[in-house]
């Protein structure tokens, strides 16, 4: 398979991805290996594991990685296991349930919920049994307030989340509670990178979000970039609701409406003064998407005020906007692009990680 051209580093010289990445079904198997399989990606909430419920199934990134995992609670710890069985490949826990053990219901294997092989029947006279591979495989896991995140890869998580998590170290993310009332899926007939693109810059808020560019001084809009993420600030028109920040905030002294920030490759957690919209992208096909919109409510006498307002709004102008793009980058007559130096550092620094992903 033919290498993409790298992005140049300086965005002064850089010209955009190859359109091929996102129109050749080769690039979508590459993104999936090399790309989301490494990440730290969502995997539920603790909130989902308590008296009632110790072992939830999960499909991690559905339609993409479709890996089955399980969420265990021994009464002290979380954890994340491998939802298969070490002996021929079964799905062990196909529903929420509590139980003290994990049993496989095809030849009866019995696994601890820490994961270790307890027992298995008609095993007598196999040698070298039981070793370490018929415990289940367990994942890293790493907590932030009610989310659970975890990864096929190796990479620690301090390279994903540190900036974020630093920066909002004051927000009690511990208040934050779920709302599956106030979320939903939308479907998008688009590349997953082009959404993310667009998430990735503020210059098109004038010309599409009519009313986020309402509540948002464009002026001030700024975008700073880490190693894995990258932070779009957002400042607040005079009167308009913002953060209460405390004095050891490094922004403290701003009308803060919104922290935009991007984890890569999919996890866009927009901090607002009532809470958390959490959107998680999902590529189900090589122009198909599916977004995820999870809400996390702080404080309910401020929902859907400012910049936090209208949020289904907004997603369905990003949509019209993306799926036309979809359509053109497919044109013969398309090659590539070049980047605004003030406006589309976001959408520069993200195809440059993935470029270095695919290599």
């Known amino acids: 398979m033919e290498k993409l051209a790298p992005v140049h580093p300086d965005i002064s010289l850089a010209r955009t991805l190859d359109k091929r990445f996102y129109t050749e079904p080769q690039w979508q198997d590459a993104a999936r290996e090399r790309i989301f399989l490494p990440s730290w990606l969502l995997v539920g909430h603790a909130s989902d594991l308590g008296p009632e419920t110790n072992c939830r199934p999960v499909d ?3 339609g993409c990685l479709d890996e089955p995992l399980l969420l265990t609670h021994d009464g002290k710890d979380i954890r994340c296991l491998s939802n298969v069985c070490t002996h021929r490949g079964n799905i062990l826990v196909q529903a929420a349930c509590q139980s003290p053990h994990i049993r496989c219901r095809y030849h009866g294997r019995v696994f601890g ?20 591979d018929d415990r289940l495989p367990a994942l890293p896991l790493m907590r932030w307030g009610d989310l659970l995140f975890t990864t096929l890869g190796d990479y620690p998580a301090d390279r994903y989340f540190a900036e974020m998590k630093a920066r909002l170290s004051w927000l009690p993310m511990d208040e934050f509670r779920f709302r599956p009332d106030r979320s939903r899926d939308f479907l998008v007939k688009a590349h997953w990178a082009l959404y993310c693109e667009n998430y990735l810059e503020g210059f098109h808020i ?27 600030l957002g ?3 005079e009167g308009e609701a913002c953060f209460a920040l405390p004095e050891g905030s490094p922004d403290a002294g701003k009308a803060v409406a919104a922290y935009y920030f991007f984890v890569f490759p999919n996890l866009m957690f927009n901090f607002y003064p009532w809470g958390l919209s959490l959107n998680i992208v999902e590529p189900t096909g090589l122009s198909e998407t599916r977004v995820r919109f999870l809400t996390y409510v702080w404080k309910e006498e401020r929902f859907d005020t400012g910049a936090g307002s209208g949020l289904d709004t907004v997603e369905l102008e990003d949509e019209e906007v993306v799926e036309q793009v979809q359509r053109g980058i497919r044109s013969r007559l398309y090659r590539h692009g070049r980047f605004s130096v003030d406006r589309e550092q ?8 993935v470029t270095r992903a695919l290599g």
């Open 60 to 62: 991690l990134l559905p």
């Open 113 to 132: 919920l820490d994961g270790e092989f307890r027992s298995m029947p008609e095993f007598q006279g196999v040698r070298d049994f039981p070793s370490v």
């Open 206 to 232: 004038p010309f599409v979000h009519a009313g986020l560019n309402a509540v948002i001084d464009y002026g001030a809009y700024r975008t700073e970039c880490f190693e894995w993420s990258n932070l779009q």
């Open 235 to 237: 400042i607040a028109k």
């Open 346 to 353: 976001g959408p520069h620094h993200f195809q440059r990680l």
